[in-house]
């Protein structure tokens, strides 16, 4: 019975992290300015502290849209900002 409690506490805790984690990655505004080459909003996300590993559901992140969209210097500030 004690080995199942702790199993059940286990589970919720690693729940309650995946969600966590899942929650914190939706923030997609960063990917947006890339993706609509907003440099200037970029550069404010970036100092808010948003996340520049976020993907989309399909793998692109903010560096991969400054790439696509050959936006050197907006692939730059990402890079120096990564985590």
């Not at 969600?19 to 440099?39: I, N, P």
């Not at 993907?55 to 050197?72: C, I, N, V, Y």
Request: aromatic letters at 2%.
């Amino acid at each position: 019975m004690r080995n199942n409690i702790r199993l059940v506490g286990r589970s919720i805790v690693a729940l309650l992290a995946t969600t966590s984690l899942a929650a914190a990655s939706t923030d997609l505004r960063l990917v947006d300015a890339a993706k609509t080459q907003d440099a200037e909003a970029v550069r404010r996300l970036l100092k808010q502290g948003v996340s520049v590993n976020v993907s989309q559901p399909d793998g692109f992140t903010a560096l991969h849209w400054a790439a696509q969209r050959d936006k050197a210097d907006m692939a730059d500030l990402l890079i120096r900002a990564g985590e």
